[in-house]
């Protein structure tokens, strides 16, 4: 269970940190770790060999739940901490990947560096985010952008000032908040006003989590210029539970494509990818019919499934996948013939105070 409202469940196959920028001064994570003893030291660089701690018993727990649930993973840790190895890392993708038609997971990073050249799998139901407090911190979403990942969000929690116009481009999802505690830091609701209103005009749903209070998710609401209190919990449309994940908001950035500048070699790439691009050929083609079904009756889930399926007919020689390339192109054929993608943006879900 967790308290967090914008996810379900947490999941942390690693525990500790340590502190990098001034969001992190006053961490809930070093706080209950610390209180309960599960770190036996401050979250300081030096302390962080001790604290953090991989947990290779846990990998599993996402395969034991058979409910479709979102997971935000490592909400006691950063799963790119420089101190937790590739080799984990991938060990906790392969949970991911393995599980992308029965959950989704929500990757929150403040090394976005190490995340960008992190080469996945970055299948559909893993979205990769990244903490920004200030603007200092801003430039961490350059870097997001430069991740391979289909889905892109960011947490501006806790806000600690006015950030004025900011490049949301590509992003698909935006959190945000103030600062809970005893050691809470000054909030202005007109902060996060400015960033509500720019993903208003670029139809970003957007989820405002708390103002500043002593207790966590105690003020819930976003208060107005006017004093009026509103209520903003939109979420992406892919967040839905459902076998298939619609890609309204997607920047149609191709995935499982070679990154040269990380230290993986192309073969090694392909390895740690085949069997996923596989998986996506044959989950496609055996349920074709309910596919094709849903493609009849929704443009926007025609479309993202043609794009899934153009992609992967470009990269099957690349995956050595090529007997399945005639059963590819019946299909995209097929998907083809429900017309093509409406010019309109589709709608975002209202607050629930009318504005």
């Known amino acids: 269970m967790t308290n967090i409202s914008w996810t379900e469940e947490s999941w942390n196959p690693t525990t500790g940190c340590s502190r990098i920028s001034e969001g992190c001064r006053n961490c809930y994570a070093e706080a209950l770790s610390l209180r309960h003893k599960w770190s036996p030291a401050e979250w300081t660089a030096q302390n962080a060999g001790r604290n953090i701690v991989l947990h290779p018993d846990r990998l599993d727990i996402p395969r034991r739940r058979k409910k479709s649930t979102k997971y935000f993973v ?61 603007r200092r911190s801003l430039y961490r979403l350059d870097y997001l952008r430069q991740s391979q990942a289909e889905h892109l969000w960011v947490s501006f929690e806790p806000l600690l000032e006015d950030l004025g116009l900011i490049d949301l481009d590509y992003i698909n ?4 908040g103030g600062e809970s505690g005893p050691h809470r830091r000054p909030f202005d609701h007109a902060w996060a006003r400015l960033i509500r209103d720019q993903c208003k005009e670029q139809r970003i749903p957007f989820y405002f989590k708390q103002g500043s209070d002593f207790k966590p998710q105690a003020r819930p609401y976003l ?21 298939w994940r619609e890609k309204p908001y997607t920047r149609s950035k191709p995935i499982f494509v070679f990154n040269p500048e990380t230290e993986f070699s192309r073969e090694d790439f392909v390895a740690r990818n085949q069997p996923y691009i596989l ?77």
Request: with cysteine.
């Open 74 to 134: 490592n909400s006691m840790s950063d799963l790119f901490h420089e101190l937790v190895p590739d080799s984990f890392i991938a060990e906790v993708f392969t949970v991911m990947a393995d599980l992308r038609h029965r959950h989704t997971f929500q990757i929150l990073t403040k090394r976005a560096e190490r995340m960008a050249a992190w080469p996945g799998p970055w299948t559909l139901n893993i979205w990769a985010g990244v903490s920004v407090e200030n």
């Open 279 to 355: 998986g996506d050929i044959l989950y496609l083609t055996q349920h074709a019919d309910e596919m094709l079904l849903l493609c009849s009756q929704d443009p926007y889930f025609a479309q993202s499934r043609r794009e899934q399926i153009e992609h992967l007919i470009e990269i099957i020689p690349e995956y050595h996948l090529l007997q399945y390339m005639d059963e590819m192109r019946r299909l995209l054929a097929e998907v083809i013939k429900y017309g093509d993608f409406p010019d309109r943006i589709p709608p975002l879900p209202e607050s629930k105070v009318p504005q």
């Open 223 to 243: 208060t107005e210029a006017d004093g009026s209190e509103t209520e903003w919990k939109q979420c992406p449309t892919s967040f839905q539970r459902e076998k």
């Open 173 to 176: 999802w935006v959190v945000a």
